[in-house]
């Protein structure tokens, strides 16, 4: 699953695949970084009042 497993076979299939898990987990984790700087920032914006 992994390109540096021996069994690793770049065909169109698998570049496919790997780029759309790749994609996936990119904006699943700019979404839980967005999440959490807003949410960094709404607390530090409370404790001003």
């Not at 169109?12 to 984790?29: P, Q």
Request: glycine content about 8%.
């Amino acid at each position: 699953m992994f390109p540096f497993c021996f069994e690793w076979a770049w065909d169109a299939g698998r570049l496919i695949f790997m780029g759309l898990l790749y994609m996936v987990l990119g904006a699943i984790s700019l979404g839980l970084l967005y999440a959490f700087v807003m949410t960094w920032l709404r607390l530090r914006d409370q404790d001003r009042q």
